[in-house]
């Protein structure tokens, strides 16, 4: 059967000297993973750069139940990008972003409301000039409550304190070592209720900013068995410091 779906590119690996296995996020069939053959011969029609990590496509593929690889017919790109592909602090945060959700969806089951988020934050980061360095710790959150693992928002001066492994603020200071201090707890807070207009005026030093995102990466390997490390996390810290 042919299926034809969007999807959101999260991974790609090169297959022998002319193919590459990708991973999608799709809207019709949940995360898949497509043998694409011949598509880095010379001769093909189909361009490889296309198939970049955060890239927006239309696909048309044979899929059949039960397949742990499907095979991909036709793609060609469903939002042309204008900024994401040629700005280097853009592709360097999908890159990780889509490390991320590589690790974390692992339902084959389709989920409209997961993909529209995805797809649609896409969009916004391609289009965002202000803000941009804040956009991932944003979406990270937001990712969280779409999961299932969302973050309460229940801040107060008698609830200061983030407990990592309830995803809520306590009035008592959480005896884990992975526990955020009172400063975090705040812009954990803060983005918890944040809307995406709000981020180019939220000012973070380049040390707040690596403190939340390891907060954030320690909350998400608490809640997900198969988070494993990620590699571009590294270079994210040295990007948006």
Known sequence: M????KAVVLKSLKYSETSIILTLYTQVAGRQVYMVNGVRSAKSKQ?????????????????KAGR????LKEF????VLQSIPFNVVKSTMSIFLSEVLYKVLQNEEPDTHLFDFIYHSVQYLDSLEDGVANFHLWFLI????????????????????????????????PMSLETPNREISVLVSDFISMDLHQLKEYKLSGDQRTRMLEMVIGYYHL??????????????KEVFH
């Open 47 to 63: 361009k490889s750069g296309l198939l970049q990590p955060f890239f927006l496509l239309d696909i048309e593929a044979y899929h």
């Open 142 to 173: 937001r990712l969280l409550g779409n999961l299932g693992f969302g973050m309460q928002n229940n801040h107060s001066p008698a609830n200061p304190w983030f407990d990592m492994k309830t995803g809520s603020f306590t009035g008592l200071k």
């Open 2 to 5: 042919i299926e034809k779906s």
């Open 76 to 79: 060609r790109m469903s939002e």
């Open 68 to 71: 742990e690889m499907q095979r």
């Open 223 to 236: 809640h997900f068995d198969s988070m494993g490390e990620i590699r571009s996390l590294e270079v994210m």
